[in-house]
């Protein structure tokens, strides 16, 4: 059985430019949720989609945006980016809005 | 505004040496309280969920426990292999639409051989 799968694993981009994320959710989850994590903190709520909608938003610009699919899986897009965006970018899936969330291994995007 | 705060920051044990963990949280009703773990470089690996001040869970070295302000990981005779970041998250209740998980910055553990 699949768990949550992002790619690429590893993405370099200079400021300014856009950078997309995918994730594939685990088999028989329907609602997928991103995060941002800096070095030495704990994760960040960036946003969460159920049913190809965005749900509910965390505190964060209007320059990242997503997607969700029919087949649940999803996009990040991080528009002009910024050195500040360089991070670990999680997805985490669940089965419905409230249930347990996990993890894949992140994307580490680095702006240089 | 849920807040999560774990302490210590680092922890270093030797192996056999048992231990706690403390999450302190603030949450405007709580849906849950969830227990990661997370090594270098990877995702948060899903460890416990409790519900309810007084649940407990466990699972071979590790029991979660909670009250209505704080939760704590014990650490029972730990290994090597414990080694990692554990990641303490809430979900709220605000509104009755809060999905996300509030996370804390981390315990990081290091068990010496």
């Known amino acids: 059985d699949a768990g949550v799968t992002q790619s690429p694993t590893h993405l370099i981009k200079t400021r300014g430019q856009q950078v997309t994320l995918r994730c594939s959710p685990k088999s028989g989850h329907d609602t997928v949720s991103w995060y941002q994590q800096a070095l030495g903190q704990g994760p960040q709520f960036i946003f969460q989609?159920?049913?190809?909608?965005?749900?509910q938003r965390g505190n964060f610009p209007d320059r990242f945006s997503g997607h969700q699919f029919p087949n649940y899986s999803s996009e990040l897009n991080v528009n002009a980016l910024l050195l500040g965006d360089s991070a670990l970018y999680l997805c985490?899936?669940?089965?419905?809005?409230?249930?347990?969330?996990?993890f894949g291994a992140g994307t580490r995007l680095s702006v240089l | 505004e849920d807040q999560v705060t774990q302490s210590p920051e680092a922890l270093r044990l030797q192996e056999g040496e048992s231990s706690s963990l403390n999450c302190s949280y603030t949450v405007s009703g709580l849906r849950g309280l969830f227990w990661y773990r997370q090594d270098p470089g990877k995702g948060p690996e899903f460890l416990f969920t409790?519900?309810?001040a007084g649940e407990e869970k466990e699972k071979e070295r590790l029991k979660a426990t909670l009250t209505k302000k704080e939760s704590f990981l014990h650490i029972t005779a730990p290994k090597p292999e414990d080694s990692a970041t554990y990641l303490c998250?809430?979900?709220?209740?605000?509104?009755?639409?809060?999905?996300?998980?509030?996370f804390g910055k981390g315990t990081l553990l290091t068990v010496n051989p």
């Open positions: 998250a809430v979900q709220g209740n605000s509104g009755g639409s809060n999905y996300k998980l509030t």
């Open positions: 409790l519900y309810s």
């Open positions: 985490a899936s669940s089965f419905g809005l409230l249930n347990i969330q996990y």
């Open positions: 989609y159920y049913e190809e909608e965005e749900r």
